[in-house]
């Protein structure tokens, strides 16, 4: 027994196990290691969301457009035309309707969003989020008002063209810039009004959604679809 008692005394003094400095040492490494594997991860998890949550405005993006685009053809006429408001008439089956797409800008830094506000019960709806700007140019069909001779018939030109400026317009670009993550993205549609007051058949041969859509000489850079923008490349034919 005192034999044993004797070799526990000897291994405990040739190992003296840690100092409180080494244990010190090795708990302060052990920290930043953690700490930089949890920042790791906060970090991948961050970016995923973010990625997600772009890729949903754009897919809103696009879906909003589209339907914009969709209504307008359908339309029966413009009531108001203004750069970031319009306002038409259509019938999809129930009646007519009074339609407005109206852009309602962020406060501070925060981008803002376009409303479908409509004359049914409870029609409002917001119909894009995210959105920088959103601007809708107007043209019309009837080239006696084409003045200065450049094959576009622009609202300004409609306005001196007499009559009321809005029963004569034939066609809406739209354009939309969507805060998308850290870009700013594109997206444009087009949509020529086929049931407006004024626009003959031949007028509107333009709006099918064929590409190629004979309006190369409009000098704008848009499909007809209404679905090119963003990341898309704007093979619209309509160089
Ligand atoms: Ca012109």
């Given at each position: 027994m005192p034999d044993l008692k004797k070799k526990c005394k000897q291994r405990l003094e040739q190992d003296p196990g840690f100092t409180m400095v080494e244990v010190l040492v090795a708990m302060a490494i052990l920290t930043v290691i953690m700490a930089g594997m949890l920042s790791f991860l906060f970090g991948t998890s961050r970016n995923w969301q973010s990625s997600q949550d772009t890729a949903e405005a754009i897919d809103n993006a696009r879906i909003g457009l589209n339907r914009m685009t969709r209504e307008l053809k359908q339309?029966?006429?413009?009531i108001t035309a203004q750069p970031d408001t319009v306002t038409f008439e259509a019938d999809f089956g129930s009646g007519t309707e009074t339609i407005t797409y109206r852009f309602e800008p962020g406060e501070g830094s925060e981008p803002g969003k376009i409303w479908r506000e409509s004359s049914v019960a409870d029609g409002d709806s917001i119909l894009v989020g995210q959105v920088e700007s959103v601007q809708f140019d107007y043209y019309g069909s009837d080239y006696r008002c084409d003045t200065n001779g450049d094959g576009v018939v622009t609202l300004a030109e409609l306005n001196n063209c007499g009559g009321s400026a809005e029963s004569k317009i034939a066609r809406v670009d739209i354009t939309l810039h969507l805060s998308a993550g850290d870009d700013v993205r594109e997206f444009v549609g087009q949509a020529w009004c086929r049931n407006c007051a004024g626009v003959s058949d031949d007028d509107s041969s333009g709006g099918d959604d064929s590409s190629g859509d004979g309006d190369s000489d409009n000098g704008s850079h848009h499909s007809d679809d209404g679905s090119s923008g963003g990341d898309d490349s704007s093979g619209d034919g309509s160089s």
């Open positions: 339309s029966s006429g413009i």
